[in-house]
Nanobody
Framework: QLPLVESGGGLVQPGGSLRLSCAAS????????IGWFRQAPGKEREWFSC?????????YADSVKGRFTISRDNAAKNTLYLQMNSLKPEDTAVYFC?????????????????WGQGTQVTVSS
């Protein structure tokens, strides 16, 4: 079992920024493709970003492209970051990271084997 933990969520005003972390203590995440998903109240979970294993490519949903950036911590191999800028009220959701044993970035939840518990992001004035 891979113990993924998300952190960095909180309340931010529209137009503001947050940086989420996804970490697995005692494990290296370099070998996993990592995806970010979010679920807003009353809505289904949606994929919006991912990164392939070992420096693989990144991909973003149109809803966050140009505002969000996913990256790996090259020093701490057990942590990834999601930098979120220009946040909008519609970005309000619980944010989850997930790790997949496949090499490539994918938007399909079924391709991810391990999930974190989520962190709440609220964008409101």
């Amino acid at each position: 079992q891979l113990p993924l933990v998300e952190s960095g969520g909180g309340l931010v005003q529209p137009g503001g920024s947050l940086r989420l972390s996804c970490a697995a203590s005692g494990y290296t995440l370099d070998y996993y493709a990592i995806g970010w998903f979010r679920q807003a109240p009353g809505k289904e979970r949606e994929w919006f970003s991912c990164i392939g294993s070992s420096g693989g490519s990144t991909n973003y949903a149109d809803s966050v492209k140009g505002r969000f950036t996913i990256s790996r911590d090259n020093a701490a191999k057990n942590t990834l970051y999601l930098q979120m800028n220009s946040l909008k009220p519609e970005d309000t959701a619980v944010y989850f990271c997930a790790a997949g044993l496949g090499r490539y970035c994918t938007s399909y939840a079924r391709n991810y084997n391990y999930w974190g518990q989520g962190t709440q992001v609220t964008v409101s004035s």
